[in-house]
């Protein structure tokens, strides 16, 4: 089965005084304001697309790892998972330069090896991850709750 998911963005004005806007299509992504100074200064109440893609690798990352403890026979109750995106000047040019993700889990059964092992390899399994991969370093720290 191929899913095909939309995003819509719309631009206004110059890139450091302008502004725009970005949503789901059709989906539960509501439209939410993007500016260049929600990327490199105070984020307020506007995103910036690396805390998109944060939050599209925190939520993929999670189902990932939930697939991988369920395989090996220790379904979580809870995972909580928090990504952070560095977005950073280099050279000339901003890139996205690492994602950090820490994941607490709350899973009967199983060691804090297990579940370490089992992270590592929801993070090379993850879909986000492998789109990452050779662009961005990406670190996990895993731990039971």
Known sequence: MTAKRTAEAEWEGDLIKGHGRVHG???ALPMVSVSWSARTEQQGAQTSPE???AAAHASCFSMALSAR???DGH???KLEVTAVATFDKVGEGWKITTMELAVVGHVPGITPEQFQAAARSASE???ISQALKGNVAISVNA???
Do not use: Y
Request: contains cysteine; charged residues 15%; proline residues 22%.
């Open 69 to 71: 403890l369920g395989r």
């Open 125 to 127: 399994g993850c879909p």
């Open 51 to 53: 805390e998109l893609l």
């Open 75 to 77: 379904p979580p109750t």
């Open 143 to 145: 731990r039971l709750a």
């Open 25 to 27: 299509a059709p989906s």
